[in-house]
């Protein structure tokens, strides 16, 4: 796996915020899913989650076995916007 610094790390699932009008008006919108590298940019790709652990998050669908997870820490994730080149290390 690879992080948006070039690290190596574990899987961390990763959600871009989306204004969303709703009665709370204009909360944001959580949308599952992780940045995945494409062509050396991040490309965030909607999955579907099943169980999830304390470090652990089940994948049911939205992933190909070849995809490749960008990982890092919480701050990094939630700040990564798709296009964003990365680094392989």
Same mark, same amino acid.
């Given at each position: 796996?690879?992080?948006?610094?070039?690290?190596?790390? #574990?899987?961390?699932?990763?959600?871009?915020?989306?204004?969303?009008?709703?009665?709370?008006?204009? =909360?944001? %919108? %959580? @949308?599952?899913?992780? !940045?995945?590298?494409?062509?050396?940019?991040? %490309? !965030?790709?909607? @999955?579907? +989650?099943?169980? +999830?652990?304390?470090? =652990?998050? #089940?994948?049911?669908?939205? $992933?190909?076995? =070849?995809? %490749?997870?960008?990982?890092?820490?919480?701050?990094? $994730? *939630?700040? $990564? *916007?798709?296009?964003?080149? @990365? *680094?392989? *290390?």
């Amino acid at each position: 796996m690879k992080t948006a610094s070039g690290e190596k790390s #574990e899987v961390q699932a990763a959600a871009p915020s989306t204004e969303a009008s709703n009665s709370n008006g204009g =909360d944001k %919108e %959580e @949308i599952q899913g992780v !940045f995945i590298v494409r062509n050396g940019k991040a %490309e !965030f790709l909607p @999955i579907q +989650t099943g169980v +999830t652990g304390t470090a =652990d998050i #089940e994948v049911l669908s939205g $992933l190909k076995p =070849d995809d %490749e997870i960008v990982t890092g820490s919480y701050k990094v $994730l *939630r700040t $990564l *916007r798709p296009g964003t080149s @990365i *680094r392989d *290390r």
